[in-house]
């Protein structure tokens, strides 16, 4: 018996006994390509030698240290190498453990910005629907997933919502693109004006919304109109880029192919590749200069930041990713993805969408591919593909909900930059087989 809390209650996971490259190898010797990287995490694969050699000489030298005593070498290296490689003035990092713990800083020193500027009536966040923004109170709160969300309302923070970006299920037939994006940002621009622009803190929007709705990327000129109305009302633009970030769309950044630059950046999952817990918050100029001239501190603290093992992990992942030319190898096994989805899943009846940037990728499941019509959430079948491609040796990341939070179901492909173009074909291959299968036995139980 396991006295593990583990996500289910019920069952206890495969155990994992190694891993290297682009594989995860179970107790019985069985090996799964790792075409999800967890919950794209593992951006380097893993058993990266160089990583791994990185961590080791970090844990002889100083595994850690408390911030209220001292800073070390390797934390302000990683820092130095954010800065330089961000986009415009975003030139401080603050380092915590995760997504989560990322997003929490991020809106504490959103809100403390205010304060020190002298602007305290702003207290209110606009966030998106079908969003996810992380598991702790402040995270949940700004998230728009309604089943995450539900039993925890009343612990919840009130956060202004608005639609999200999802041209595939909201763009009306009798607009164009640009029709629909300017009915988005139109959208944004009246909820502020009718909560009060005075007491806007922040928008808080996934650059490409991950897990809840599997890849889906802004339409051309959303982010651009975005940054234009915050800046008119005097409010911060706040990117998560948790999952979509530190490459994994091609760019470091996914706003880079928008040609913004947000005020505070999330970052977690590709920033450590997995080898440690470490996530981000990358802070423009103009607020830690706010904060240095006011009260001279960020009233905020984790006993694990800034710690030395996970900088020296996310160091050396973040130098293989620029010494190796991985954003460009991202960029083309990216394409080639996305085209092998579309050409080889799109033709299938039960495929709606496929969808993303670089090597993040999303197929979305419909009963009726012309109406769109999601499955019966009660038939689970996000659960089944998972567990078909499990036995073929394929890990997938699929989700359900994708809709509304109940209805929908969709998959989310996001390998290692590392990642052939024969293991690309063996997911989307095996993908082709199991939704068909899938699918099939549904029919025939209606």
């Known amino acids: 018996m396991s006295h593990i809390i583990h996500r289910s209650l019920r069952s206890t996971p495969a155990v994992a006994v190694g891993a290297a490259g682009a594989y995860i190898t179970d107790a019985q010797g069985k090996q799964y390509l790792d075409a999800c990287g967890g919950a794209a995490v593992s951006c380097l694969g893993h058993a990266h030698p160089d990583v791994l050699a990185a961590m080791h000489r970090q844990i002889d030298q100083l595994a850690y240290a408390h911030t209220s005593f001292f800073t070390s070498d390797t934390v302000e290296q990683l820092a130095e190498q954010l800065a330089r490689t961000a986009p415009g003035d975003l030139n401080y990092a603050y380092f915590v453990s995760g997504g989560s713990e990322a997003v ?28 996810y923004h992380g598991n702790t109170l402040g995270a949940l709160a700004v998230g728009g997933n309604e089943w995450r969300r539900r039993q925890f309302a009343p612990l919840l923070i009130d956060v202004i919502r608005v639609s999200a970006c999802n041209e595939y299920r909201d763009r009306r037939a009798d607009e164009s693109q640009q029709q629909y994006t300017q009915r988005l940002l139109n959208e944004l621009e009246q909820a502020i004006i009718d909560a009060g622009p005075e007491t806007i803190i922040g928008f808080c929007a996934e650059t ?220 989307v291959d095996t993908l082709h087989q199991v939704i068909s299968e899938e699918t099939s036995k549904l029919a025939e139980r209606v």
């Open 104 to 131: 929490e800083t991020a809106l504490k020193l959103a809100r403390q910005y205010f304060v020190e500027i002298g602007q305290p009536a702003r207290t209110k966040f606009i966030a998106r629907k079908q969003s």
């Open 208 to 427: 490409v919304v991950g897990a809840t709705t599997g890849a889906t990327p802004p339409t051309p000129g959303y982010l651009q109109g975005v940054r234009r109305i915050c800046d008119q009302y005097g409010i911060l633009y706040i990117a998560d880029e948790v999952m979509c970030g530190m490459g994994r769309t091609g760019t470091l950044y996914a706003f880079e192919q928008d040609e913004v630059v947000p005020d505070l950046v999330t970052i977690a999952k590709g920033l450590g590749g997995g080898y440690q817990p470490i996530g981000a918050v990358l802070a423009s100029e103009k607020i830690v200069t706010a904060l240095q001239a006011g009260s001279g501190l960020f009233q905020h603290g984790h006993t694990y930041i800034c710690h030395a093992t996970a900088a020296a992990a996310a160091l050396a992942v973040q130098q293989v990713i620029e010494r190796d030319n991985l954003l460009d190898a991202v960029k083309q096994q990216g394409a080639y993805l996305q085209k092998r989805l579309r050409e080889v899943l799109g033709e299938l009846p039960h495929v709606g969408d496929t969808r993303g940037r670089g090597l993040f990728a999303g197929v979305e499941l419909v009963q009726d591919k012309a109406s769109k019509t999601p499955f019966d959430p009660a038939l689970k079948l996000h659960a089944a593909i998972k567990a078909n491609c499990m036995t073929r040796g394929l890990l997938v990341y699929p989700m359900g909900g994708t809709i509304d939070g109940q209805y929908g179901d969709h998959i989310l492909i996001a390998p290692p930059f590392i990642v052939t173009t024969e293991q690309l074909d063996f997911i």
